[in-house]
């Protein structure tokens, strides 16, 4: 069994920068890519980005792109968001995911991940 834990989030005002992180048990973390995704209250969980096995290819959602940076260090079984400028609309439960598919490619779709973590709360207030 897989556990995926987030931590990072938080309260943070707009224009503010988070670093969120998520750790993953087991051994087998280097054969997979790894998403981030995130739901806002009465919305679907989105695609925020994506980083495969090898942090060699990395796809981020459009409403973010510029903004964030994924990187995944497969020594420590870490994957991590960097976001920068961050809006009101940022404001959501995060979730890493592991994805189910060829780990050479960055899955966006929630069912393409096989596995969750409980989620970190981002707050962003103006």
């Known amino acids: 069994q897989v556990q995926l834990v987030e931590t990072g989030g938080g309260l943070v005002q707009t224009g503010g920068s988070l670093n969120l992180t998520c750790v993953s048990s087991?051994?087998?973390?280097?054969?997979?890519?790894m998403g981030w995704f995130r739901q806002a209250p009465g919305k679907e969980r989105e695609f925020v980005g994506g980083?495969?096995?090898?942090?060699?290819?990395?796809r981020y959602a459009d409403s973010v792109l510029g903004r964030i940076s994924i990187t995944r260090d497969n020594a420590k079984n870490t994957v991590g968001l960097e976001m920068r400028t961050l809006k009101p609309e940022d404001t959501a439960v995060y979730y890493c995911?592991?994805?189910?598919?060829?780990?050479?490619?960055?899955?966006?779709?929630?069912?393409?991940?096989?596995?969750w973590g409980q989620g970190t709360q981002v707050t962003v207030y103006s």
């Open positions: 995911g592991r994805s189910k598919l060829n780990p050479e490619w960055v899955a966006t779709e929630s069912y393409e991940y096989d596995y």
């Open positions: 087991g051994r087998t973390f280097i054969n997979y890519a």
């Open positions: 980083i495969t096995w090898d942090g060699g290819k990395t």
